[in-house]
């Protein structure tokens, strides 16, 4: 089973950027849609970014113009460019499929944006 390894967390201040990377053990190319998900304290997981085997991406509206999402089937590859950073958007980041069943979660990588 395809195993996800998230890294390119870290902490920023308020407006910079951070670029996130998930790798994948295994190919992706026939998973359709890939998404990036956030996990904030206390707070439910929720889908941030998702991208199509087409490269057709759709965003929440809490990140829509400051995030954009990625992917390279040849490489196995999904990114997440963070521009514009909030202390909002301070969360455990993890990258997974969108539809069909998840496949394991990785330890995701934290982002902290200071104030």
């Known amino acids: 089973q395809v195993q996800l390894v998230e890294s390119g967390g870290g902490l920023v201040q308020a407006g910079g950027s951070l670029r996130l990377s998930c790798a994948a053990s295994?190919?992706?190319?026939?998973?359709?849609?890939l998404g990036w998900y956030r996990q904030a304290p206390g707070k439910q997981r929720e889908m941030v970014a998702s991208?199509?085997?087409?490269?057709?991406?759709n965003y929440a509206d809490s990140v829509k113009g400051r995030f954009t999402i990625s992917r390279d089937n040849a490489k196995n590859t999904v990114a997440l460019q963070m521009n514009s950073l909030k202390p909002e958007d301070t969360a455990v980041y993890y990258c997974?499929?969108?539809?069909?069943?998840?496949?394991?979660w990785g330890q995701g990588t934290q982002v902290t944006v200071s104030s």
């Open positions: 991208i199509t085997s087409r490269g057709i991406t």
């Open positions: 295994g190919s992706i190319s026939s998973i359709n849609i």
């Open positions: 997974n499929r969108v539809i069909g069943v998840y496949l394991p």
